[in-house]
C-alpha cells in the first residue's frame, strides 16, 4: 500500500466534508452520513498530521547535520533528534497504514452467540456451559449485557445448545474470531479410570441485523405455532405459544419456546433468523474473497477446529496462529483479552500484505 498516494486523497476528503458541512449542504440523512464520515476520518487525519510533522522535523535535522557551517552543539543535538525521528517515522506509519484498512461494517454491531455440544455426549454439553460462562464472564469485563434468549439445558449443569444475544461497544469485532469448533481435552467427573476424553462444542458469533440491514419478505417465511414443552415431554403452558420459523429460499429454520407468549417468540426468532441471514450473506461475500486470502484467521469456518482447551497442562492453543497460553482457568474466567488481541493483529498483518501486493 502507497502511503503517498492515499494520505493526501484522506486529508482532501476531510476537508471536502468540512467544507459542505459548514454550508448545510444535503438533506439530513446526508447531513448525518457525512457527519459521521467526517467523524471517522478526523482521528486518521491527526494521524497523518503528526506523521508529516514528524517528517518535516527530520528533515530540518538531517540538513543541521549537512550544513559545515552548523557549530558542534546544534549538529550534537540535530544528530540525537535524527535518530529519535527516524525510530518513530515507521511506527506512525504502520499506526496511519492500520487506521486506513478497510472496515468490517459489522464491528460496531451487537451479535447472536451460538454455542451448541458436539461430540462428547453428557461432557460435551457440561463443556457448552463452560465455554457460555467464558463468554458471560468476557461480556461482564467489557460492561456488556448478555441475554439468554434460547436454552436446551441436560439437567445436570450442561447446555445441548444455548442462545444469547450482547449489546454494547464493539460486540462483534471482539467476539467474530470465536467462532469455530472448541475442543476440550480433560478427565470427566464421571470418569473413574482417570482417562483423558476429548470432546467439542460449536461456537457461532453472527452479526445481530437491523431491519435496515437484511429485508426479510413475508412472503418467503413459513410460520409455524405448537405447543412448547420442557425436558422430559413436561407441558411447560397449555397454549400454542410456541414459534417455528422458516425461510423458504435458504431453508433456515429457527425456534423459539421459552417466552410464555406467542409474540414474544416470534419476535426473538426474528432475531435470530435475521443475524443467520445476514451471516449467510456475509459468508457468501467472504467466500469469494477468501479465494486470494491463505489465513483463516476471522473466516468464521464453523467445521474448523480452532482452539483447544487442555485441563491437564493448563493451556489454551489456538490453532489458527499457533498461540498457547499456559493459563487456562484465566481464559475460562472470561480473560480473553490477550487472545482476541492476537488474532486482530493477525487479521489487521495479513490485511496489510494484502494491500502491499
Request: glycine share 6%.
Amino acid at each position: 500500500m502507497s502511503l503517498e498516494k492515499n494520505l493526501p486523497r484522506v486529508v482532501a476528503r476531510h476537508e471536502e466534508l468540512a467544507a459542505i458541512m459548514s454550508r448545510g449542504g444535503g438533506g439530513s440523512d446526508d447531513f448525518a452520513r457525512m457527519s459521521k464520515e467526517y467523524a471517522d476520518l478526523t482521528p486518521v487525519v491527526e494521524a497523518i498530521q503528526a506523521l508529516d510533522k514528524i517528517k518535516s522535523d527530520l528533515t530540518e535535522a538531517t540538513d543541521i547535520l549537512a550544513d559545515p557551517d552548523a557549530d558542534a552543539e546544534m549538529r550534537e543535538l540535530a544528530e540525537a533528534e535524527v535518530q529519535e525521528l527516524r525510530e518513530k517515522v515507521p511506527v506512525l506509519e504502520r499506526e496511519v497504514q492500520i487506521m486506513l484498512l478497510p472496515k468490517d461494517e459489522a464491528d460496531e454491531k451487537n451479535a447472536i452467540l451460538e454455542i451448541r455440544a458436539g461430540t462428547g455426549g453428557d461432557e460435551a454439553a457440561l463443556f457448552a456451559a463452560n465455554l457460555f460462562r467464558m463468554y458471560q464472564r468476557y461480556a461482564e469485563n467489557r460492561r456488556w449485557k448478555l441475554e439468554i434468549m434460547q436454552a436446551s439445558e441436560t439437567g445436570i449443569g450442561g447446555f445441548k445448545e444455548i442462545i444469547a444475544s450482547v449489546s454494547g461497544k464493539g460486540v462483534f469485532a471482539r467476539l467474530k474470531f470465536e467462532s469455530g469448533v472448541h475442543r476440550v481435552q480433560r478427565v470427566p467427573a464421571t470418569e473413574s479410570s482417570g482417562r483423558i476424553h476429548t470432546s467439542a462444542a460449536t461456537v457461532a458469533v453472527m452479526p445481530e441485523a437491523e431491519e435496515v440491514d437484511i429485508n426479510v419478505d413475508p412472503n418467503d417465511l413459513r410460520i409455524d405455532v405448537f405447543r412448547a414443552s420442557g425436558p422430559g415431554g413436561q407441558s411447560v403452558n397449555t397454549t400454542d405459544s410456541a414459534v417455528r420459523i422458516t425461510h423458504l429460499p435458504t431453508g433456515i429454520v429457527v425456534s423459539q419456546q421459552d417466552e410464555k407468549s406467542q409474540h414474544k417468540n416470534k419476535a426473538k426468532a426474528m432475531r435470530v433468523l435475521r443475524a443467520r441471514l445476514y451471516e449467510h450473506e456475509r459468508q457468501q461475500l467472504d467466500a469469494e474473497r477468501a479465494a486470494q486470502r491463505k489465513s483463516q484467521v476471522g473466516s468464521g469456518d464453523r467445521s474448523e477446529r480452532i482452539r483447544t482447551y487442555n485441563f491437564p497442562q493448563g493451556r489454551v492453543t489456538d490453532h489458527r496462529i499457533n498461540l498457547t497460553l499456559h493459563k487456562l482457568d484465566r481464559v475460562l474466567d472470561g480473560d480473553l483479552d490477550g487472545m482476541v488481541d492476537a488474532l486482530s493483529a493477525e487479521e489487521q498483518a495479513e490485511l496489510l500484505a494484502e494491500m502491499a501486493q
